[in-house]
Protein backbone atom coordinates (compact mmCIF):
# COMPACT_ATOMS: atom_id res chain seq x y z
CA UNK A 1 0.00 0.00 0.00
CA UNK A 2 1.39 3.47 -1.26
CA UNK A 3 0.62 5.31 2.24
CA UNK A 4 2.14 2.74 4.39
CA UNK A 5 5.42 2.54 2.43
CA UNK A 6 6.01 6.20 3.09
CA UNK A 7 4.67 6.24 6.74
CA UNK A 8 7.24 3.75 7.47
CA UNK A 9 10.14 5.90 6.07
CA UNK A 10 8.42 8.11 8.38
CA UNK A 11 9.02 5.37 11.19
CA UNK A 12 12.17 4.91 10.14
CA UNK A 13 13.15 8.48 10.25
CA UNK A 14 12.33 9.47 13.76
CA UNK A 15 14.11 6.85 15.34
CA UNK A 16 17.49 9.28 14.54
CA UNK A 17 16.31 11.44 16.91
CA UNK A 18 15.70 8.93 19.92
CA UNK A 19 19.41 10.21 21.95
CA UNK A 20 18.48 13.87 21.80
CA UNK A 21 14.07 14.38 21.13
CA UNK A 22 13.31 13.52 24.60
CA UNK A 23 11.13 14.63 26.34
CA UNK A 24 9.36 15.12 23.48
CA UNK A 25 8.38 12.04 21.22
CA UNK A 26 10.05 10.77 18.27
CA UNK A 27 8.37 12.02 15.13
CA UNK A 28 9.35 11.74 11.06
CA UNK A 29 7.70 13.25 8.33
CA UNK A 30 7.77 12.54 4.36
CA UNK A 31 6.60 14.92 1.83
CA UNK A 32 5.33 13.23 -1.30
CA UNK A 33 4.47 15.34 -5.05
CA UNK A 34 3.37 12.82 -7.52
CA UNK A 35 4.72 9.80 -6.71
CA UNK A 36 8.31 11.15 -5.63
CA UNK A 37 9.59 12.53 -1.90
CA UNK A 38 10.26 15.45 -2.52
CA UNK A 39 11.24 16.22 1.47
CA UNK A 40 11.85 14.67 4.37
CA UNK A 41 12.30 15.60 8.64
CA UNK A 42 12.44 14.16 12.03
CA UNK A 43 12.36 15.76 15.72
CA UNK A 44 16.24 16.07 15.74
CA UNK A 45 16.57 17.55 19.27
CA UNK A 46 14.33 18.93 21.81
CA UNK A 47 13.22 22.39 21.83
CA UNK A 48 14.35 22.98 17.78
CA UNK A 49 12.34 22.27 15.10
CA UNK A 50 9.65 19.59 14.86
CA UNK A 51 9.96 16.59 12.44
CA UNK A 52 6.83 18.54 9.98
CA UNK A 53 9.00 21.96 9.94
CA UNK A 54 12.08 20.24 8.65
CA UNK A 55 10.11 18.43 5.86
CA UNK A 56 8.94 21.13 4.53
CA UNK A 57 12.35 23.63 4.74
CA UNK A 58 14.07 20.74 2.74
CA UNK A 59 11.75 21.03 -0.22
CA UNK A 60 13.81 22.02 -2.60
CA UNK A 61 10.76 24.05 -4.90
CA UNK A 62 7.96 25.54 -2.26
CA UNK A 63 5.32 25.82 -5.03
CA UNK A 64 5.39 21.74 -5.13
CA UNK A 65 3.46 21.92 -1.46
CA UNK A 66 0.20 23.36 -2.96
CA UNK A 67 -0.33 19.82 -4.83
CA UNK A 68 1.36 17.96 -2.07
CA UNK A 69 0.51 15.28 0.23
CA UNK A 70 2.71 15.22 3.78
CA UNK A 71 3.18 12.13 6.12
CA UNK A 72 3.82 12.51 9.54
CA UNK A 73 3.94 9.49 12.29
CA UNK A 74 1.96 11.48 14.79
CA UNK A 75 -0.54 14.35 15.05
CA UNK A 76 1.03 17.67 14.18
CA UNK A 77 1.17 20.22 17.10
CA UNK A 78 -1.58 22.78 17.46
CA UNK A 79 -0.40 24.60 20.46
CA UNK A 80 2.53 26.85 21.05
CA UNK A 81 5.70 25.31 22.94
CA UNK A 82 9.26 25.73 22.76
CA UNK A 83 8.40 25.86 18.78
CA UNK A 84 5.10 27.58 16.80
CA UNK A 85 2.48 25.18 15.65
CA UNK A 86 3.39 22.59 12.92
CA UNK A 87 -0.52 22.43 11.99
CA UNK A 88 -0.65 26.01 11.71
CA UNK A 89 2.53 25.88 8.75
CA UNK A 90 1.19 22.93 7.22
CA UNK A 91 -1.93 25.03 6.40
CA UNK A 92 0.10 28.18 5.54
CA UNK A 93 2.11 26.56 3.19
CA UNK A 94 -1.59 25.17 1.45
CA UNK A 95 -0.79 21.53 1.79
CA UNK A 96 -4.06 19.67 0.69
CA UNK A 97 -3.45 16.73 1.99
CA UNK A 98 -1.88 15.43 5.44
CA UNK A 99 -1.60 11.53 6.23
CA UNK A 100 -1.04 11.28 10.01
CA UNK A 101 0.28 7.56 12.26
CA UNK A 102 -1.37 8.22 14.95
CA UNK A 103 -2.98 10.98 17.59
CA UNK A 104 -1.20 12.67 20.01
CA UNK A 105 -1.82 11.22 23.86
CA UNK A 106 -0.32 14.47 25.01
CA UNK A 107 -3.38 16.74 26.32
CA UNK A 108 -2.25 19.65 24.68
CA UNK A 109 -2.84 18.05 21.54
CA UNK A 110 -4.86 15.31 21.59
CA UNK A 111 -6.71 15.58 18.35
CA UNK A 112 -6.60 19.40 18.61
CA UNK A 113 -4.07 19.17 15.61
CA UNK A 114 -5.66 17.19 13.37
CA UNK A 115 -9.24 18.88 13.99
CA UNK A 116 -7.26 22.44 13.15
CA UNK A 117 -6.55 20.62 9.69
CA UNK A 118 -9.95 19.25 8.90
CA UNK A 119 -11.16 23.25 9.92
CA UNK A 120 -8.59 24.79 7.26
CA UNK A 121 -10.46 22.36 4.24
CA UNK A 122 -7.51 20.10 4.83
CA UNK A 123 -7.69 16.05 3.89
CA UNK A 124 -6.45 14.65 6.35
CA UNK A 125 -6.11 11.03 7.30
CA UNK A 126 -5.20 9.02 10.80
CA UNK A 127 -4.18 5.22 11.58
CA UNK A 128 -1.57 4.17 8.81
CA UNK A 129 0.23 2.11 10.41
CA UNK A 130 -1.04 3.10 13.84
CA UNK A 131 0.19 0.35 15.74
CA UNK A 132 4.07 0.72 14.66
CA UNK A 133 3.83 4.33 15.12
CA UNK A 134 1.96 4.13 18.89
CA UNK A 135 5.25 2.00 19.32
CA UNK A 136 7.33 4.69 18.10
CA UNK A 137 6.53 6.81 21.13
CA UNK A 138 5.86 4.24 23.42
CA UNK A 139 8.33 6.05 26.30
CA UNK A 140 5.87 9.34 25.77
CA UNK A 141 2.69 7.39 25.82
CA UNK A 142 4.02 5.51 29.04
CA UNK A 143 5.08 8.85 30.70
CA UNK A 144 1.70 10.67 30.20
CA UNK A 145 -0.94 8.04 30.45
CA UNK A 146 0.91 6.20 33.62
CA UNK A 147 2.43 9.04 35.23
CA UNK A 148 5.84 6.86 35.33
CA UNK A 149 9.13 6.68 32.98
CA UNK A 150 8.77 4.05 30.81
CA UNK A 151 10.94 1.13 32.26
CA UNK A 152 14.03 -0.63 30.82
CA UNK A 153 15.65 -3.66 32.61
CA UNK A 154 18.68 -4.42 31.76
CA UNK A 155 21.23 -7.25 32.66
CA UNK A 156 24.46 -9.60 31.41
CA UNK A 157 24.29 -13.07 32.54
CA UNK A 158 26.20 -16.57 32.45
CA UNK A 159 25.79 -19.34 30.67
CA UNK A 160 24.52 -20.98 34.36
CA UNK A 161 22.67 -17.67 35.23
CA UNK A 162 24.66 -15.81 37.57
CA UNK A 163 25.34 -12.25 36.98
CA UNK A 164 28.11 -12.12 39.32
CA UNK A 165 30.77 -14.15 41.71
CA UNK A 166 30.82 -13.30 45.06
CA UNK A 167 34.48 -11.05 45.33
CA UNK A 168 37.26 -10.74 47.60
CA UNK A 169 39.56 -9.04 45.49
CA UNK A 170 37.26 -6.18 44.42
CA UNK A 171 37.81 -7.19 40.34
CA UNK A 172 34.95 -6.95 38.68
CA UNK A 173 33.76 -10.17 36.06
CA UNK A 174 33.37 -9.01 32.73
CA UNK A 175 30.09 -10.72 31.30
CA UNK A 176 29.92 -8.00 28.43
CA UNK A 177 32.20 -8.01 25.18
CA UNK A 178 33.36 -4.52 24.22
CA UNK A 179 31.05 -4.69 21.54
CA UNK A 180 27.98 -5.03 23.76
CA UNK A 181 29.38 -2.53 25.99
CA UNK A 182 29.47 -0.44 23.25
CA UNK A 183 25.30 -1.29 22.68
CA UNK A 184 24.60 -0.83 26.37
CA UNK A 185 25.92 2.48 26.31
CA UNK A 186 23.65 3.25 23.67
CA UNK A 187 20.74 2.24 25.57
CA UNK A 188 21.81 4.66 28.11
CA UNK A 189 21.99 7.45 25.28
CA UNK A 190 18.71 6.67 25.13
CA UNK A 191 17.09 7.60 28.27
CA UNK A 192 16.49 9.87 30.84
CA UNK A 193 18.29 7.70 33.69
CA UNK A 194 19.86 4.81 34.64
CA UNK A 195 19.31 3.74 38.22
CA UNK A 196 21.64 1.26 40.15
CA UNK A 197 21.33 -0.27 44.07
CA UNK A 198 23.47 0.22 46.61
CA UNK A 199 25.64 -2.55 46.54
CA UNK A 200 26.48 -2.53 42.59
CA UNK A 201 27.73 1.27 43.29
CA UNK A 202 29.86 -0.14 45.74
CA UNK A 203 31.24 -2.93 44.20
CA UNK A 204 31.75 -1.67 40.26
CA UNK A 205 31.73 1.99 41.35
CA UNK A 206 30.08 2.86 37.58
CA UNK A 207 30.43 6.06 35.98
CA UNK A 208 27.00 5.58 34.34
CA UNK A 209 27.64 7.23 31.54
CA UNK A 210 27.66 7.63 27.83
CA UNK A 211 31.26 7.08 26.90
CA UNK A 212 30.82 4.52 23.98
CA UNK A 213 28.17 6.27 22.04
CA UNK A 214 27.36 9.15 20.93
CA UNK A 215 24.86 11.08 23.04
CA UNK A 216 24.55 12.96 26.39
CA UNK A 217 24.66 11.00 29.86
CA UNK A 218 21.46 10.10 31.60
CA UNK A 219 20.66 11.45 35.18
CA UNK A 220 22.31 8.79 37.35
CA UNK A 221 20.20 7.65 40.29
CA UNK A 222 21.36 5.31 43.16
CA UNK A 223 19.97 3.51 46.33
CA UNK A 224 21.53 4.76 49.34
CA UNK A 225 19.20 3.91 52.37
CA UNK A 226 21.90 4.34 55.39
CA UNK A 227 24.16 6.64 53.62
CA UNK A 228 26.95 4.30 53.46
CA UNK A 229 28.67 4.95 50.10
CA UNK A 230 31.39 6.60 50.06
CA UNK A 231 31.33 10.28 48.71
CA UNK A 232 34.88 9.11 46.47
CA UNK A 233 32.94 6.84 44.17
CA UNK A 234 32.40 7.87 40.19
CA UNK A 235 28.89 8.23 40.96
CA UNK A 236 29.78 11.41 43.55
CA UNK A 237 32.05 13.25 41.22
CA UNK A 238 29.32 15.95 39.81
CA UNK A 239 30.10 15.31 36.08
CA UNK A 240 26.49 14.22 35.78
CA UNK A 241 22.95 15.31 37.96
CA UNK A 242 22.73 12.38 40.23
CA UNK A 243 19.88 11.58 42.17
CA UNK A 244 20.38 9.46 45.59
CA UNK A 245 17.40 7.88 47.48
CA UNK A 246 18.31 7.87 50.88
CA UNK A 247 15.94 7.40 54.28
CA UNK A 248 17.20 10.85 56.29
CA UNK A 249 18.65 14.18 54.99
CA UNK A 250 22.21 14.60 53.65
CA UNK A 251 24.07 17.70 52.75
CA UNK A 252 24.32 17.88 49.06
CA UNK A 253 27.30 17.51 46.75
CA UNK A 254 27.94 19.47 43.63
CA UNK A 255 25.44 18.38 41.34
CA UNK A 256 24.00 15.27 44.22
CA UNK A 257 20.81 15.86 45.31
CA UNK A 258 19.46 13.70 48.51
CA UNK A 259 16.30 12.54 48.27
CA UNK A 260 14.91 11.01 51.57
CA UNK A 261 11.93 8.56 51.01
CA UNK A 262 10.37 6.03 53.10
CA UNK A 263 11.27 2.75 53.47
CA UNK A 264 9.28 1.29 55.59
CA UNK A 265 7.10 1.28 53.04
CA UNK A 266 7.32 0.22 48.89
CA UNK A 267 9.90 2.44 47.58
CA UNK A 268 8.90 1.80 44.15
CA UNK A 269 5.84 3.63 43.94
CA UNK A 270 7.87 7.05 45.68
CA UNK A 271 10.62 6.90 43.48
CA UNK A 272 8.57 6.96 40.55
CA UNK A 273 6.46 9.75 41.38
CA UNK A 274 9.41 11.66 42.25
CA UNK A 275 10.94 10.58 38.79
CA UNK A 276 7.66 12.15 37.12
CA UNK A 277 7.25 15.04 38.63
CA UNK A 278 10.83 15.97 37.35
CA UNK A 279 10.24 14.84 34.01
CA UNK A 280 12.13 12.46 33.65
CA UNK A 281 10.62 10.35 30.86
CA UNK A 282 12.60 6.56 30.83
CA UNK A 283 14.08 4.59 33.25
CA UNK A 284 17.16 2.44 32.61
CA UNK A 285 17.79 -0.21 35.71
CA UNK A 286 21.43 -1.66 35.23
CA UNK A 287 21.18 -3.79 38.80
CA UNK A 288 22.03 -5.44 40.50
CA UNK A 289 20.01 -8.83 41.35
CA UNK A 290 18.25 -7.37 44.20
CA UNK A 291 17.45 -4.23 42.31
CA UNK A 292 15.89 -5.70 39.58
CA UNK A 293 14.01 -8.40 41.09
CA UNK A 294 12.21 -5.88 43.44
CA UNK A 295 10.86 -4.54 39.72
CA UNK A 296 10.27 -7.33 38.00
CA UNK A 297 8.17 -8.45 41.31
CA UNK A 298 6.27 -5.78 41.25
CA UNK A 299 5.45 -5.64 37.40
CA UNK A 300 6.75 -2.41 37.20
CA UNK A 301 8.67 -2.67 33.89
CA UNK A 302 7.98 -2.07 30.42
CA UNK A 303 10.90 -3.96 28.13
CA UNK A 304 14.02 -6.28 29.25
CA UNK A 305 17.16 -6.74 27.43
CA UNK A 306 18.94 -9.75 28.97
CA UNK A 307 22.50 -10.53 27.59
CA UNK A 308 23.61 -14.26 27.16
CA UNK A 309 27.23 -14.62 27.50
CA UNK A 310 28.90 -17.98 26.78
CA UNK A 311 30.82 -18.02 30.29
CA UNK A 312 30.10 -20.50 33.22
CA UNK A 313 30.67 -19.13 36.68
CA UNK A 314 29.18 -22.03 38.78
CA UNK A 315 28.44 -19.72 41.57
CA UNK A 316 28.03 -16.27 42.50
CA UNK A 317 25.20 -13.94 42.62
CA UNK A 318 21.95 -15.40 40.78
CA UNK A 319 20.31 -13.92 38.14
CA UNK A 320 16.71 -11.90 38.18
CA UNK A 321 13.90 -14.47 37.29
CA UNK A 322 11.55 -13.22 34.92
CA UNK A 323 8.02 -14.75 34.78
CA UNK A 324 6.92 -17.46 32.29
CA UNK A 325 4.29 -15.26 31.17
CA UNK A 326 6.15 -12.64 29.56
CA UNK A 327 7.32 -13.74 25.99
CA UNK A 328 10.76 -12.91 25.07
CA UNK A 329 12.55 -12.88 21.20
CA UNK A 330 15.98 -13.73 20.26
CA UNK A 331 18.04 -11.27 19.35
CA UNK A 332 21.40 -11.71 17.94
CA UNK A 333 23.44 -8.59 18.39
CA UNK A 334 27.37 -8.70 17.86
CA UNK A 335 28.17 -12.61 18.28
CA UNK A 336 25.97 -13.03 21.39
CA UNK A 337 22.26 -13.51 21.70
CA UNK A 338 19.92 -11.19 24.35
CA UNK A 339 16.52 -11.92 25.15
CA UNK A 340 14.37 -9.28 24.52
CA UNK A 341 10.91 -9.10 26.80
CA UNK A 342 7.96 -7.35 26.60
CA UNK A 343 5.55 -6.80 29.49
CA UNK A 344 2.36 -8.17 29.24
CA UNK A 345 -0.30 -6.00 30.52
CA UNK A 346 -3.65 -5.76 31.48
CA UNK A 347 -4.15 -9.39 30.38
CA UNK A 348 -3.37 -9.03 27.17
Known sequence: MEEEKYMRRCIQLAQNGSCNAAPNPIVGA????????????YHIHYGEAHAEIHAIRSVKDPSLLKRSTI???LEPCSHYGQTPPCADLIIEKQIPRIVIGCQDPFSKVAGRGIQKLKDAGREVIVGVLEKECQHLIRRFITFHALRRPYITLKWAESADKYIDLFRTDGSPVLLSSPYTSMLAHKRRSEHSAIMVGTHTAQLDNPH???RH???????RIVLDKEQTLPTSLHLFDGSIPTLVFTESPHEPLPNVEYLPIDFQ???LPQIMEILYTRGLQSLLVEGGSILLQSFIDAELWDEAFVEEAPILLHSGVKAPEMSDKNPYLIEPSFGRSFRHYTAVKNGQ
Open 30 to 41: VIVCDGKIIGEG
Open 71 to 73: YVS
Open 208 to 210: LNV
Open 213 to 219: WHGSSPV
Open 265 to 267: QNI
